[in-house]
């Protein structure tokens, strides 16, 4: 299993319709709206990282509104 954490910008106003709709996307663990530089953080997991690029490319990168992406996979040093 391999889990990361999405971080996103949004149109201005649109992180929490982003965050909601992605939120119902399968293998999102949690979404949330959030302050800084990023509007959104996501935690997702995935069987393998090609099935979890596949979640960010066909199904996170499509919300309307979404801006940037940026995948920081979770490792355990």
Known sequence: MVQAYILIQTEVGKASTVAEVIGGIP?????????????VIVRAQAD????LGRMVVARIQRVEGITRT????????
């Open 70 to 77: 940026l995948t920081c996979p979770v490792v355990h040093l």
């Open 48 to 51: 393998t990282v090609d099935d």
């Open 27 to 39: 293998g999102v663990i949690q979404a949330e709206d959030v302050t800084g530089p990023y509007d």
